[in-house]
């Protein structure tokens, strides 16, 4: 149990252009999830928390406008990085809080990720 | 502010023992996790603890002080692919039934030698 999903795992694409990343929790309801970004070398950084039905919530700093955050069902969030630039380039991870009994509803599991390139 | 603080590498021998330490000050406590990260993979969940003591899973331990804002994760009979990034993460306060957000410390490299 406890599996979350992303995809793409690998997009590479041109300056100026938009990217959807999914992240799917596959087998528990997610109340919440979690989109953060790592870059080489670095920890996690926690990009924004979204709890389904309602508006995610930023980090200092991260811009929610370019950002786009949608957690539409408690098993669906997507993050969309609109006019993407090289600066964007980074390791983007999902991860999502069970709200059901039966799993560590304390515990966030992580999705494989995503490695967006932008050229 | 939000500090957790762990060494950034550390080398030890196959079948050892090794501790990664972890000390943190945080706002808000509501458990801290431990996660194993591979290069170019996403963090698997290893153990969580909330209250003071150890918690054994199996080759991993891992134990908290909260009044001393400290914890270690234990790893026993080192295997080669245990090589990798170890996370220690304070999650903060639980909102009724949000999940409260997790801050990540820098990460220890760990390198297991034969």
């Known amino acids: 149990g406890a599996v979350v999903s992303q995809h793409p795992s690998w997009v590479i694409c041109k300056s100026g252009t938009s990217v959807k990343i999914e992240c799917r929790s596959l087998d528990f309801q997610a109340t919440t999830m979690f989109w953060y970004r790592q870059f080489p070398k670095q920890s996690l950084m926690l990009m924004a928390t979204?709890?389904?039905?309602?508006?995610?919530?930023?980090e200092q700093g991260v811009e929610k406008d370019k950002f786009l955050i949608n957690h539409a069902s408690l098993t669906l969030s997507t993050l969309t990085v609109t006019s993407a630039h090289p600066e964007d380039s980074s390791f983007y991870i999902c991860?999502?809080?069970?709200?059901?009994?039966?799993?560590?509803?304390?515990?966030?599991?992580f999705g494989p990720g995503t490695r967006l390139l932008v050229l | 502010g939000q500090n957790i603080d762990q060494p950034t590498e550390m080398t030890a021998t196959e079948g050892a023992i090794v501790q990664i330490n972890c000390t943190y000050q945080?706002?808000?406590?509501?458990?801290l996790f431990w996660y194993q990260q591979h290069a170019g993979e996403a963090p698997t969940f290893l153990s969580y603890n909330v209250l003071d003591g150890l918690e054994e899973k199996g080759r991993f331990s891992s134990f908290l002080s909260r009044s001393k804002g400290y914890s270690y994760l234990l790893l026993k009979e080192l295997q080669m692919k245990d090589s990798a990034s170890y996370l220690c993460a304070v999650r903060d306060r639980k909102i009724y039934n949000q999940g409260g957000k997790l801050i990540f410390g820098q990460g220890t490299e760990l390198s297991v030698k034969p």
């Open positions: 991860s999502a809080t069970p709200g059901l009994a039966g799993l560590n509803e304390l515990a966030q599991y």
């Open positions: 979204s709890n389904e039905g309602s508006k995610a919530t930023y």
């Open positions: 945080t706002s808000g406590f509501n458990g």
